[in-house]
T-cell receptor
Framework: DVKVTQSSRYLVKRTGEKVFLECVQDMDHENMFWYRQDPGLGLRLIYFSYDVKMKEKGDIPEGYSVSREKKERFSLILESASTNQTSMYLC??????????FGPGTRLTVT | GESVGLHLPTLSVQEGDNSIINCAYSNSASDYFIWYKQESGKGPQFIIDIRSNMDKRQGQRVTVLLNKTVKHLSLQIAATQPGDSAVYFCAENNNFNKFYFGSGTKLNVKP
């Protein structure tokens, strides 16, 4: 019953590295999202995409970029990882006004 | 503003008791609300939703109440079980495709 998958559950990277987080959904959803989740801050929207090759900035896009070349895949890119990007990253997808379906998350540690 | 490292509010209940988790939302224009459950190490899972034209909606052992006058949402869990231990948070939608999430409440069920 696979719906939203993320390429890694745990990831450790060094400061300055380029990091790719991959997300795939099999529900043919139009909308895809990347959130980060930090203690006490809840989920904060980084970027979202409502169509292939379309993207919009969320609330905290600085230091991130995204790519959506195919409908089912939405990638989050950290061009030069920094320690303040250590976090849990959650990918999600949705269709219209229906609720978002989340992936299992990627816990990224930047040392 | 919020502080990094702020602890989540915690609700401790005895197994078998009813739980009530509350959420205040910010935008009076929000017209769709969802409750999510997030277990440790996992992505959030949809529990129940409600649209703004309703005051109450019931699911299996869960009930969501919406008070638009005071912008308040609550989740009631009947006969709470150990498997209900998790972080619960609400989400509001006031813009097509975008959801805004609360920071969550940790439910601790004591056996």
């Amino acid at each position: 019953d696979v719906k939203v998958t993320q390429s890694s559950r745990y990831l450790v990277k060094r400061t300055g590295e380029k990091v790719f987080l991959e997300c795939v959904q099999d529900m043919d959803h139009e909308n895809m999202f990347w959130y980060r989740q930090d203690p006490g801050l809840g989920l904060r929207l980084i970027y979202f995409s409502y169509d292939v090759k379309m993207k919009e900035k969320g609330d905290i896009p600085e230091g991130y970029s995204v790519s959506r070349e195919k409908k089912e895949r939405f990638s989050l890119i950290l061009e030069s990882a920094s320690t303040n990007q250590t976090s849990m990253y959650l990918c999600a997808s949705s269709e219209g006004m229906a609720g978002v379906t989340f992936g299992p998350g990627t816990r990224l540690t930047v040392t | 503003g919020e502080s990094v490292g702020l602890h989540l509010p915690t609700l401790s209940v005895q197994e078998g008791d009813n739980s009530i988790i509350n959420c205040a939302y910010s935008n009076s224009a929000s017209d769709y609300f969802i409750w999510y459950k997030q277990e440790s190490g996992k992505g959030p899972q949809f529990i129940i939703d409600i649209r703004s034209n309703m005051d109450k909606r019931q699911g299996q052992r869960v009930t969501v109440l919406l008070n638009k006058t005071v912008k308040h949402l609550s989740l009631q869990i009947a006969a709470t079980q150990p498997g209900d231990s998790a972080v619960y948070f609400c989400a509001e939608n006031n813009n097509f495709n975008k959801f805004y999430f609360g920071s969550g409440t940790k439910l601790n069920v004591k056996p």
